[in-house]
């Protein structure tokens, strides 16, 4: 057996980001950069609830009726105002946990999030969502990939060394 590590390192990884709480977004960042920064190729696969950080902060409401915006609406656009998954408490909850990380020493996610753009992670939305939510690509932030199917992403991840769902 030879005792070259580089056959143990993984070359790829694809990550389904579901959910745009602030305490998935996190590891969802983390994740990637640091698996671009190791030298593999990066994929993550925007859909449902996880495409609303990437709308613009200035969008207020996206979608096409009254249950699509009502959708929006219960989910509010961009990173910094992401919730947390449990502990909301109202917002304070996130507020408390971005000044636990900032303390640390710990990048938000949309640092984290810039950092995966220059880094040349691939970062994909789900095209049926988008149309399924009403979200236009013009609401979304720039530096995106082009909006993408489930079979584009299963694709991917049938090529992939590590496949996540957060």
Same mark, same amino acid.
């Given at each position: 057996? @030879?005792?070259?590590?580089?056959?143990?390192?993984?070359?790829?990884?694809?990550?389904?980001?579901? @959910?745009?709480?602030?305490?998935?977004?996190?590891?969802? +960042?983390?994740?990637? @950069?640091?698996?671009?920064?190791?030298?593999?190729?990066?994929?993550?696969?925007?859909?449902?609830?996880?495409?609303?950080?990437?709308?613009?902060?200035?969008?207020?409401?996206?979608?096409?009726?009254?249950?699509?915006?009502?959708?929006?609406?219960?989910?509010?656009?961009? +990173?910094?105002?992401?919730?947390?998954?449990?502990?909301?408490?109202?917002?304070?909850?996130?507020?408390?946990?971005?000044?636990?990380?900032?303390?640390?020493?710990?990048?938000?996610?949309?640092?984290?999030?810039?950092?995966?753009?220059?880094?040349?992670?691939?970062?994909?939305?789900?095209?049926?969502?988008?149309?399924?939510?009403?979200?236009?690509?013009?609401?979304?932030?720039?530096?995106?990939?082009?909006?993408?199917?489930?079979?584009?992403?299963?694709?991917?991840?049938?090529?992939?060394?590590?496949?996540?769902?957060?």
């Amino acid at each position: 057996m @030879s005792n070259d590590d580089s056959l143990d390192t993984p070359d790829s990884m694809t990550i389904i980001a579901w @959910s745009g709480d602030l305490d998935k977004l996190w590891p969802t +960042f983390i994740l990637a @950069s640091t698996g671009a920064a190791s030298g593999m190729d990066v994929t993550v696969f925007f859909t449902f609830w996880g495409l609303f950080p990437l709308v613009k902060d200035d969008v207020r409401i996206t979608g096409y009726d009254a249950m699509t915006k009502a959708l929006a609406g219960m989910h509010a656009p961009g +990173f910094k105002k992401a919730k947390l998954s449990k502990l909301n408490m109202g917002g304070s909850g996130a507020w408390m946990m971005r000044k636990v990380a900032e303390k640390n020493k710990l990048l938000p996610p949309e640092d984290l999030f810039a950092i995966c753009q220059e880094m040349n992670v691939n970062l994909w939305p789900c095209q049926m969502t988008m149309d399924l939510l009403g979200i236009k690509p013009e609401q979304m932030v720039e530096g995106l990939g082009e909006p993408v199917g489930a079979a584009t992403a299963l694709q991917k991840m049938a090529k992939s060394d590590i496949n996540l769902f957060i």
